[in-house]
């Protein structure tokens, strides 16, 4: 509907545009005589021009369809965040032995640009995440996971996410996660073997998580300042993180 009313509106415009040239040219000219054999003479190009047009038109309408979908998807991508992103990293971050080795590059800042995130999303890639689960309250973040498993269903059926293909595992590798610790009736008397299990599916989320959390605050930084200011303010990474604005 969006679509077919932007062509409306262009096709207007461009009517609008050619009746002023037209009555400009007899302001100018005088002869209306000149004017109807010129415009005879422009209708034998119709068709190419049309061609022209409509190659044009569809590059501008794919163009914008685009940028509506990446629109889509990120919005998407920030209540994933705000449901379940957010608190995984927390949870991840603080079981992390190698933590304090990336911490510092994570502490993204009011004046980073595009270099920047990608120069850490790098420096980050290089970077072994492991996770210690014996610092993991199993039973909590189980709980945690399952209250919003309708939530991560609805993502994975979203059209929209499917066109992320990295979002998209991240979304599957959570959701496995949770299945895993849905069927333990009993997380705290989990043989070692199980243990070294689970914590494979941990360090696949966390470093899922990581990358996804990079680009997204990479996008806010681009769009939306105010959306950024708050998730610096409530960074997973920062222990001194506080919403107040200081």
């Known amino acids: 509907m969006k679509r077919d009313s932007w062509q409306v509106k262009i096709g207007i415009t461009l009517v609008c545009v050619s009746i ?6 007899f302001f100018v000219f005088r002869d209306i005589n000149f004017l109807s054999e010129h415009t005879i003479f422009e209708l034998a190009f ?32 920030g209540v994933f965040f705000s449901e379940v992103g957010t608190t995984s990293l927390k949870e991840f971050s603080k079981s992390d032995p190698n933590i304090d080795d990336i911490r510092s590059m994570l502490l993204v800042g009011p004046n980073w640009q595009d270099e920047k995130f990608k120069e850490t999303a790098k420096i980050i890639k ?3 995440r ?4 014996k610092k993991v309250d199993l039973e909590k973040y189980r ?5 919003k498993r309708k939530f991560l269903i609805q993502l994975l059926e979203n059209p929209v996410v499917l ?14 996660l949770a299945e895993e610790l849905e069927f333990r009736k009993d997380l705290r008397s989990l ?3 199980d243990h070294a299990h689970i914590k494979g599916d941990m360090e696949r989320v966390y470093t899922r998580l990581i990358n996804e ?34």
Not at 20 to 25: E, H, I, K, R, S
Not at 130 to 133: A, C, K, L, R, S
């Open 126 to 128: 290089s970077h072994t």
């Open 163 to 176: 066109e992320h293909e990295s979002f998209t595992e991240l979304l599957r590798s959570m959701f496995h």
């Open 46 to 77: 119709l068709p190419i021009e049309v061609i022209v047009v409509s190659l044009i038109l569809d590059q501008l309408l794919e163009m914008r369809a685009k940028q509506d979908r990446i629109e889509k998807l990120n919005m998407v991508i």
């Open 20 to 25: 002023l040239l037209y009555l400009l040219d």
């Open 191 to 193: 043989p070692d073997s």
């Open 213 to 246: 959390w990079l680009d997204y605050m990479r996008y806010m930084k681009n769009n939306y300042p105010y959306l950024y200011s708050l998730s610096m303010r409530t960074n997973p990474f920062d222990e001194n993180a506080s919403p107040i604005v200081k």
């Open 130 to 133: 492991t996770i210690d689960i």
């Open 143 to 147: 709980e945690f996971l399952i209250g």
